[in-house]
């Protein structure tokens, strides 16, 4: 593996000498040579150790992480979303998605699960060989720092997913080592591996001001924050959250709409996102957006795919501001200016994948579209907030949250001292705040209330069953037996 990032880093030497060589004067001719050696950059270069982290963060625009699979897996297996297109494109497995009919050998679960593995590999490679290089240990904290908040981030998609997933936190080189990467651990583990990756993390500075998109000391407490949430450590969850509330950084952006454009990138809401300019190297996510897009019609923009149901129109509270800025109306004249057609595949399309090509910057066209991922944000966090204060018995407190969006949607104030009424507000705000986020299915999960849900959408739900998705077949059978598949499938 040290030959193979060797090669890397050679190719990109060699490029940097081309570009030198054919930009400089002619009287370079007339100095005396200045060479590094391969092997000198490779063990002295904190511009290796970079290289090998920009490696990792270059795996989220990836298809297979951040693209349709993982659109079919965060959304259109909830209850916000049908698979859309036409009726006769499935995506490939997205009605499986959509009518939970999916099995070991969909599609969409060996995508994400060899996405997601390979970004964890590209994240254990960083952490070995940046620690062997002989560069500043503060420069090596750093680095080391940010592929293990991005490992806690692919682990914490694969918990959730899947449950006990094989814990690889080094690259393996024994047999036995190598064998293990077919044993599932527990979940339980893996969430344990999550929680000390996001915690080294936390040493990063608090926010990043000029390479925007890098991991952050505070993006690291709010996904601390989020991880005890789901572990119900509600005692935790409070405090990573007070810490963020209380520092004075973060503030809600006051158009909700203004989010999810351009000018909403990097905003005083946001905490972390994937920083998409649409350039190299850092390119769009692959065709994030067109997947999304409308179709049909004389303007049709894309695919299709994810759209918002009726039900879920009509269950936005009267004058909820959040509505017309999350979903697009097929005929409506968007806020560029765009007028979209009447005569689209489908009624309703996901407004917060939107990206304006006569108003913003465009970037690699459909393929790489700039929109950056906003993975979370300050609205979130002040709802997290609000539930762990209601599981400790501080209604008070959680209202008071819960307001602060409910104020900024244009709702009137939810209060109450009922523990269970203000956590079922909670639930209920975050559906709309958080719509079409990727959160939705996993919320439902943690919430132990799933199976009713999309029941309630006449859809085949199995308790015991589809609470987890399948361990793809691939990987069941290159295990020899090792690895174990989910109940029920």
Not at 58 to 83: C, Q, R, V
Not at 307 to 317: G, H, L, M, R
Not at 465 to 484: A, F, N, T
Request: glycine share 8%.
């Amino acid at each position: 593996m040290k030959n193979t990032i060797k090669s890397t880093i050679i190719l990109s030497v060699l490029s940097i000498s081309v570009f030198t060589l054919n930009s400089c004067r002619k009287d370079f001719l007339e100095e005396e040579p200045r060479v590094q050696t391969i092997e000198d950059y490779f063990t002295t270069s904190n511009q290796a150790a970079r290289e090998m982290v920009n490696a990792i963060y270059n795996k989220l625009y990836d298809w297979n992480l951040h693209s349709f699979p993982f659109i079919g897996m965060t959304e259109i297996a909830g209850d916000n979303t049908s698979k859309g297109s036409d009726a006769g494109d499935t995506g490939g497995d997205k009605d499986q998605m959509d009518g939970y009919f999916f099995a070991p050998t969909s599609i969409s679960f060996g995508d994400v699960w060899s996405g997601y593995f390979e970004a964890i590999a590209r994240a254990n490679k960083a952490i070995k060989y940046v620690d062997e290089l002989d560069i500043p240990q503060s420069n090596k904290n750093q680095y080391i720092a940010e592929a293990r908040f991005l490992r806690g981030y692919f682990y914490f998609f694969l918990v959730r997913s899947f449950g006990g997933v094989p814990l690889i936190d080094k690259v393996p080189i024994t047999e036995e080592e190598i064998a293990n990467t077919y044993v599932r651990a527990s979940e339980d583990k893996i969430y344990d591996l999550i929680e000390s990756d996001f915690q080294f993390a936390t040493q990063l500075p608090a926010k990043q001001l000029i390479d925007l998109g890098r991991a952050s000391g505070d993006a690291a407490t709010a996904m601390l924050a989020k991880v005890a949430l789901y572990r119900k450590n509600w005692g935790l969850c409070a405090n990573y959250c007070s810490n963020l509330i209380s520092s004075g950084q973060y503030n809600l952006v006051k158009d909700y709409s203004h989010i999810w454009r351009e000018i909403g990138e990097f905003s005083e809401e946001s905490i972390w996102e994937v920083n998409c300019k649409g350039t190299d190297p850092q390119k769009g996510i692959l065709q994030y957006y067109v997947v999304q897009a409308p179709r049909g019609g004389a303007k049709g923009l894309g695919w299709g795919f994810n759209t918002p149901t009726q039900d879920f129109y009509d269950a936005y509270e009267a004058g909820d501001l959040r509505r017309d800025a999350s979903i697009i109306k097929s005929g409506q004249t968007l806020w560029d200016g765009w007028e979209t057609d009447a005569g689209h595949s489908n009624p309703l399309y996901n407004y917060k994948s939107y990206v304006s090509k006569i108003a913003e910057s465009w970037g690699q066209g459909d393929v790489n579209a700039n929109k950056n991922l906003r993975v979370i944000r300050y609205g979130e966090i002040l709802l997290i907030a609000a539930e762990a204060a209601n599981e400790l018995g501080d209604q008070t407190t959680a209202c008071n949250y819960l307001n602060q969006i409910r104020s900024r949607a244009g709702l009137a104030d939810f209060n109450s001292n009922d523990a269970d009424s203000v956590r079922n507000a909670i639930w209920k705000e975050r559906r709309f705040e958080l719509a079409f986020e990727h959160d939705r299915v996993f919320d439902l999960r943690r919430q132990g209330r799933i199976g009713d849900v999309i029941r309630a959408n006449n859809i085949n739900f199995i308790d015991g069953k589809h609470e987890l998705y399948p361990i793809p077949q691939r990987q069941v059978d290159l295990s020899e037996g090792k690895m174990l598949q989910n109940p029920g499938y």
